[in-house]
């Protein structure tokens, strides 16, 4: 069912939560919210969102996580990150208006659509790629954290009313999905 598919193109939107600044400081150093003439950090979780069709993990062969139609999750944490902000992220998802209504506009979301959400932890989503060619992953959250959250966020997933698949934390997965539309959206809290 997965193989073959055409995942070349993708439809990309990046979408924000806005923070305050915690002090005139930060405000007078930053600009669009990085600061100036320093590298870039990731502060926040990151995630990639994809409107699927199907989609669905293995680890070792053997299928541990899998939805229908729905979002594929991919899920980033960072060391900055705490519950509330997981919290917070998987209610904006569960509210994501990207599956298409009766006219072809994105209006729905995926408990509008009776969708699952099959979640899969990514570290490597918080890479830092400002100087050089390898990344860094010094701002991923350690890993008995970032799996508290991914918990989290999850168990706020399905606190929405969404069937939550999940990825195996830790683990060397592959991940199959066939992205509809294509849509791909990218969520920085």
Do not use: W
């Not at 669009?32 to 993990?57: D, F, H, P, T, W």
């Not at 990344?135 to 008995?144: K, Y």
């Not at 918990?151 to 706020?156: L, M, P, S």
């Amino acid at each position: 069912m997965f193989h073959g598919t055409n995942l070349d193109f993708s439809l990309v939107i990046r979408v924000g939560v806005r923070r305050a600044m915690s002090s005139p400081a930060e405000a007078r150093g930053t600009q669009a919210g990085r600061a100036v003439g320093s590298r870039a950090k990731i502060a926040q979780v990151r995630v990639v969102v994809q409107l699927v069709s199907g989609a669905r993990v293995l680890v070792d062969g053997e299928v541990v996580g899998e939805v229908g139609v729905g979002l594929c999750v991919l899920l980033g944490v960072a060391a900055s990150d705490d519950e509330a902000v997981a919290e917070r992220l998987a209610g904006k998802i569960a509210r994501l208006r990207v599956f298409e209504n009766d006219e072809g506009r994105f209006d729905r979301s995926v408990v509008d659509v009776h969708g699952g959400a099959l979640v899969v932890s990514q570290f490597t989503l918080i890479a830092d790629t400002a100087k050089g060619t390898r990344p860094s992953f010094t701002d991923a959250a350690p890993p008995e954290r970032a799996e508290r959250l991914y918990e989290g966020f999850c168990e706020a997933l399905q606190g929405q009313g969404i069937d939550v698949a999940r990825g195996r934390f830790g683990s060397r997965m592959a991940v199959e999905i066939v992205n509809d539309g294509p849509v791909t959206i990218v969520l920085d809290a």
